[in-house]
DNA sequence: ATTAATTTGTATGCGCGCTCACAGAGATCA
DNA sequence: TGATCTCTGTGAGCGCGCATACAAATTAAT
């Protein structure tokens, strides 16, 4: 109920937005189009832009001195991200890039902050969703302190179940393809151990695993093992709502 | 500069209200005081309070089952804590508790965003102080990923150092005195291991320990293994300091 | 169709860090 | 001052997960 209402209040955001705002807003956004693995802002960066995903798919990263990468989230078409920007304290320290090929509408910080002034339901919009993300990121650190291996990729995959899972008949079809080598680098772990892990818990019949495909067979049993409520999944995924909401808002928009 | 600003501005937030919104906080809150170890909320808690800590230490935590403690944070006095109560979006994920006694100003979060609903200074304050929390975390959870238990002990000692450090001859000396036990509990460890490496630290003439204190010796070379930039600090810390504005803020409005 | 690049599967050794167990040292309170 | 409790130091054993290496299976590119 309260969470069905975050995923919507992400992109709606913006239609609270009177006509003039928006107009505004509009005048003053780039649209930008990314190619696989080029960077929207890295580290240390004074672009402070605030950025909508209009297609495609973009991973909020950081990698170590040892070449290591750390994903820290994966934003999807009609998703926000960059939004600390619009509190101009940052050194952005994280780095966006383009997981596949992308293109983006960014928003002058200066800018979004001036429309933000003259619009209190954008501001608490935008509270909302920092405060959203950071909830999300404290269940993420929780669940990195004293979990084995094991434990988060459960977690991960209940996750990624709530965002972007599917009912099918055989259990929860994920609608997001990832990689042994990605997962990894979610949880902080290397892709032989998640190789292996899979392979685990496809004998244990709890998933199924093809190519960068997985079915979640037992979803409260996955749930159970990182103590978390199964989530309420239904036959069409979050993110797939948020983006065809979004394509439509936009594309009724754009004709006028 | 841009971090300074922050400090002070988690508690000088009220002090920007006019006096007749203060006043009217005033008479909403109710002071409660909590012995060492009590609880002021607990997970599934739906006391949406936002938290102002007059006096003592709270630890916003989460016990895993299997009885460890996970410190998230810690809070000092003139510090606001259990802010997300204000997004009643909220299922509180954590627990707070009083590391010592303790006395706590409770805003019940209906008054709380009464209040900020005509006061955009407050909204915007509280905005920024849930984005600068959330970067804080970011960081932890990039230093959790991929480092090993020595380097999150030194990243720890490199944060503590910029809230609690305070300059003297032989180094940095920490204004806070915390166990192995909650040292381990912060980097996802184990008291004996962080016993073995702060003994390991000391031989190398990183820091000198003592009895639940630390000196840092090297400050800047310790920054250096985990790749950040070492604090800036000055002969008194950023926590005194801070509670120390706050008691003088909150005596001469008490006396009025 | 062939080549190149990416993804996935598997096995071996080894080291970090956890568990368990115990002891001394320092606090705290009667 | 003695008793109890918390905090710190140290060691032995061991298992998880990493590093490394190699090969098969798919996909992408030309």
């Given at each position: ?67 290591k990468l ?83 990729l459960c ?34 772990s290397t ?66």
């Open positions: 109920m309260a969470k069905a209402f975050w995923y919507i209040g992400r992109w709606s955001l913006f239609q609270r937005l009177g006509n003039d705002q928006l107009a505004e807003l509009e005048k003053k956004a780039k649209q930008r189009a990314f190619s696989k693995g080029s960077a929207i802002y890295v580290p240390f960066d004074s672009s402070d832009s605030v950025c909508l995903l209009a297609e495609g798919r973009i991973r909020i990263c950081s990698s170590t001195p040892e070449g750390a994903i820290l989230a994966l934003i999807e078409p009609g998703e926000i991200f960059g939004e600390l920007a619009v509190l101009n304290s940052s050194d952005q320290e994280e780095r966006a890039e383009a997981a596949i090929a992308s293109t983006v509408i960014m928003i002058p910080g200066d800018d979004f902050r001036k429309v933000m002034e003259s619009s209190p339901e954008l501001a608490i919009g935008i509270t909302k969703l920092i405060g959203f993300r950071r909830a999300r990121i404290e269940r993420r650190l929780r669940g990195l302190l004293f979990r084995s291996n094991r434990e988060r977690q991960l995959l209940v996750e990624l179940a709530e965002q972007y899972g599917r009912q099918k008949e055989g259990g929860v079809e994920l609608t997001i393809s990832l990689s042994h080598q990605e997962l990894a680098s979610v949880i902080g892709r032989e151990s998640v190789t292996m892990l899979l392979g685990e818990l496809q004998l244990e019949g709890l998933i199924s695993v093809a190519r960068k495909r997985v079915l979640i067979r037992h979803l409260k049993r996955l749930a159970a093992i990182v103590q978390l409520p199964a989530p309420v999944v239904t036959d069409v995924s979050r993110s797939e709502v948020n983006a065809e909401l979004f394509r439509l808002a936009t594309s009724t928009r754009l004709k006028e």
